[in-house]
């Protein structure tokens, strides 16, 4: 069955760089990004596994944990770790999971066999405290993701979950936010007492709360 937006994200045992784990208890009550590269040794997921490391604190100080994937054993992603180092100045603290028998590879459809029937994909998954995925962002193995954009998915998430906003196209931290058109003029009077720009009734922009 296709995981979709709002689905508890499947608990697994697998073994990692970390060692092993359970996946629901291992993300605690922190939000989690769980993402599988297609192969080790390859130039674009080194490029992206490099980059996730040095982004490590922003993921920390938004309560988020990281962890990657790939078909490739825990010993490969090791050696791997010191390419990574050497050409991308920073090592993966963050586990790797070694999914030699691709169970949680299927367990989470990342496997595209029409892309290619050996390796994942790049896929992504927002999973919220509560464990239920938030969002999906699904690439192929010849197009690295941007990880800055993930981290602007969780800023919106986060923003969203605490007020009743939505954010608009390109939105960044910082931007005015959308009212959700849920929410009636009276209601939305008492939530944002200093007012809004309303282009339409269905569009009204306000300062991001903070
Ligand atoms: C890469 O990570 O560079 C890559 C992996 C599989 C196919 C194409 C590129």
Redesign the pocket.
Known sequence: MTLQIGDVAPDFNANTTAGPIQFHAWLGDSWGVLFS???DF????TTELGYTEKLRPQFEQRNVKVIGLSVDPVDDHERWAADIEATQGAKPRFPLIGDADRSVSNLYGMLHPKADST?TVRSVFIIDPSKKVRAMITYP??TGRNFDEILRVIDSLQLTDKHKVATPVNWKPGDDVIIVPSLSTDEAKKLFPAGWNEQRPYLRLVKQPS
Do not use: E, L, R
């Open positions: 590269h297609p192969k390859t130039p674009v997921c390796f193995a010849s």
